[in-house]
């Protein structure tokens, strides 16, 4: 299925997409849609024939649970809804603790990294598969941009890829940008990745832009593509024509013709290394060597590499190796977000900085789906926040979070000023009661507010 060139939708640059010239194609966020009618501008597009795929950042697919089946229902029907080709998801997980831990239910608000050994692969590919089987429509999974490393890893990247692609036929989404922070922040190579991943099962590709400081890689999708992920992208290119790719934003979004700047330097990135396709030669997890041949699909030609196969960790009870991958991804996740001592043979450094990025991410989506909160606290928003997160992990989505937030301020008596606490009080009534308030209600408060001299 050809794909063409593509933008993340998102509604903040709806107009700007819709104006943007060659454009073949858009991802939504899956998440971010209702379940029984599209925005305006996505109704307007499929009409012109523009094809939208959902992308979903909730399921954790990589986590110790099997995938709700609330969230795949959802995913479904948004497929559904779009009429979309294919649906894509991350490999990642975004939850930890629980029944199997005997800990509450603690939610990342990020994607964190699998650990790349076989008993998390042997999950993994359970829940691809029960995925596969609830979605209309084929699925991709995209690699991801981690911080962190997990110690005793028994697999590369592009091994543990192509190890899920022979068990579960899945497709893969490459984001070259994360290909490119994990590079910068774990010294693993993009070009041996491309080398060791089946790159005849890619979908699509993802192109995205971020920062460096103080050589960390932030893959913040929030700041321009730079010139090292483009050189990804071109050794992907060298190796197949990918059927789709796509520049993902999410923040500090330029105007139509910066968008428009980035694309043109994606076609032509593209477009320098046509005719130069070559052949890679992709080693296996297995042990075995692999001849990828043209377009035509993979020949393969087995010579016996004297690595060990994988042995006992592929064994056993399914639900023992849930319980021990559930362990260990609570314990890190704990670590991140609640101030838990952090789990043995991790770079305690890494963890610091990871844990302030995830903090970070959930002020900036707080003050996103309640932008009444930083409206009500002023500057003094973001340190408040960060204080609250300090000590109260996320365990029910960023709403029940922003619920939380408000809640814990107004038991401390703040913020100090009576108006903007009466102010951060009805906001909270409104939302946390049963039933809004009625319009009267509203009135009255609005009416008290000037008086006071709001």
Known sequence: MELGIGI???????????????????????EN?????????????????????????????????????????????????????????????????????????????HLLPVPRTWAALEVLCENVRVAQDSLPVPLALENIAALISWPDEELTEG?????????????????????????????????TALDELPVEAIAYVHVAGGVEKDGVWHDTHAHPVTAPVLDVLAELRSRI?????????????????????ELDAIRATLDADRGGVRRPVRRTPRGFRSDQAGSGGPSTIRTKDPRPEPAAQEAGDPEARRDRVAVAQASLLSALVAGTPAPEGFDHRRLGVQSRALAAKRADVVAKVAPE????????????????????????????????????LLIADRPADDAARRRLTHWWQDRAAPRPPRRTVRLARAARSVLVGR
Do not use: K
């Open 33 to 109: 849609l209702c379940a029984d009618h599209l925005p305006a501008s996505l109704v307007r597009l499929r009409e012109r024939g523009v094809t939208v795929v959902p992308h979903g950042v909730s399921l954790g697919l990589g986590g110790a649970d099997r995938p709700d089946p609330g969230r795949l229902a959802g995913l479904a029907d948004r497929a559904t809804l779009l009429g979309a080709p294919l649906v894509t998801e991350h490999i990642a997980f975004v939850r930890a603790g629980g029944a199997r831990t005997g800990s509450p239910v603690l939610e990342a608000g």
């Open 241 to 261: 024509a990918p059927p789709g790719v796509l520049l993902e934003r999410d923040d500090d979004f330029p105007a139509a013709a910066g968008l428009a700047g």
């Open 159 to 191: 091994q543990f890829l192509a190890e899920l692609v022979e068990r579960t036929g899945v497709r893969l989404l490459i984001d070259v940008a994360n290909l490119h922070t994990n590079h910068v922040n774990r010294g693993e190579d993009p070009a």
């Open 373 to 408: 909160l930083p409206e009500i606290l002023g500057t003094g928003y973001r340190d408040a926040f960060l204080a609250y997160a300090r000590s109260r992990p996320m365990s029910a989505g960023y709403r029940r979070d922003a619920l939380d937030f408000a809640e814990q």
């Open 8 to 30: 993340g939708w998102r509604p903040e640059i709806a107009d700007a997409v819709e104006s943007l010239p060659g454009i073949d194609w858009v991802e939504t966020v899956a």
